[in-house]
């Protein structure tokens, strides 16, 4: 009877940590499109290069 408790436990504990692991997935997910809708208009902000000018030293 013991022994049987043990493994529902068990079962019961797996469960949760699959649960938890799909939630946290779909959480880091959401705040990735959240992330990406930001830099979408900054990404539209930037000038293109222009190819007379001779290119910056990055120091």
Same mark, same amino acid.
């Given at each position: %009877?013991a /022994? *049987?408790? %043990?493994?529902? #436990?068990?079962? #019961? =504990? =797996?469960? $949760?940590?699959q649960?938890?692991?799909?939630?946290? #997935?779909?959480?880091? #997910? /959401? @705040?990735l499109? $959240? =992330?990406?809708?930001?830099? $979408? !208009? +900054? *990404? +539209? +902000? @930037?000038?293109? !290069?222009? /190819?007379?000018? !001779?290119?910056?030293?990055?120091?």
């Open positions: %009877m /022994y *049987a408790k %043990m493994r529902a #436990f068990g079962q #019961f =504990a =797996a469960q $949760i940590r649960q938890a692991i799909v939630i946290t #997935f779909s959480e880091v #997910f /959401y @705040l499109a $959240i =992330a990406l809708l930001f830099c $979408i !208009p +900054l *990404a +539209l +902000l @930037l000038k293109t !290069p222009s /190819y007379g000018a !001779p290119a910056a030293a990055g120091y």
